[in-house]
């Protein structure tokens, strides 16, 4: 499983509902944030991402794969053992031979078609390049209604994302608070005027973990006592957290 990372998303200015629109539901009814609405993913690139489309995509496109090393060469030395007419064939050729019309092949090849058209061999790839982590959004919950909602993402933030949204959304002032649950990062985005501009802040910032996640008392371990403890924190919102360090001017531009 992965890092869960919470997006607080603050509207500021500009009209909330405008943000509707990327709005989806799963298969269960429940709305969530859908990236597709803002960077849509092509259809080709759904299909699976693991070792079997690997090693195709290796074998068939790779003068020097480095599959042979460990993944198929037992599979290699049974097929020269079946058919020794083959001897004389370099152990890619060999694989590649025994390995035509298995999905590895097939996949293989649509990995390559993906990677000329897209640059990605598949969705995995496509979305960690193109939306900034590999998921869509989950986990979604309304604080206040479009004004001030929340989400996760796995690993990192969704960064390419904001940045569309600051480009689809000019009109808007908008703030995203991001911190990782392992505390590896945490960030604070701002959107305005079509741009997107980004500040990272320290993990041990308290104030900005409350902000983040909105609430106002955490567990952290403590050395001394060798034990997990529960301390309070401070009570504030992403927008007095960003004003307060100066990191977003509450003053509408004129």
């Not at 025994?98 to 993906?114: D, I, Q, V």
Request: glycine share 6%; charged share 30%; aromatic share 14%.
């Amino acid at each position: 499983m992965p890092n869960h990372v919470i997006n607080r998303v603050v509207v500021v200015d500009g009209d909330p509902e405008a943000l509707r629109q990327f709005l989806s539901q799963n298969d269960e009814g429940e709305s969530y944030f859908d990236f597709e609405k803002l960077v849509p993913m092509p259809e080709s690139l759904n299909i699976q991402s693991g070792s079997v489309g690997r090693i195709g995509h290796q074998l068939y496109y790779s003068d020097n794969p480095s599959v042979l090393d460990y993944w198929i060469i037992e599979k290699i030395r049974a097929y020269r053992e079946a058919h020794p007419e083959c001897a004389k064939l370099s152990d890619l050729e060999v694989a590649r031979v025994a390995y035509k019309g298995s999905e590895e092949e097939r996949l293989g090849h649509l990995y390559e078609e993906n990677r000329k058209r897209y640059g990605a061999t598949t969705w995995y790839e496509w979305a960690c390049n193109n939306w900034g982590t590999k998921w869509n959004a989950y986990d979604y919950d309304e604080v206040d209604g479009l004004r001030e909602f929340v989400f996760d993402t796995a690993w990192s933030p969704a960064e390419p994302i904001y940045r569309k949204l600051a480009e689809i959304l000019p009109e808007h002032r908008i703030l995203i608070g991001c911190f990782d649950e392992g505390s590896c990062f945490a960030c604070l985005y701002v959107l305005q005027d079509g741009e997107l501009e980004v500040t990272y802040i320290d993990t041990g910032d308290n104030a900005f973990y409350a902000a983040c996640y909105g609430v106002t008392e955490k567990f952290t371990w403590d050395d001394e006592a060798d034990e997990e403890v529960e301390i309070e924190l401070p009570e504030t919102s992403l927008v007095e957290y960003a004003v307060e360090h100066d990191l977003f001017d509450s003053e509408v531009p004129s």
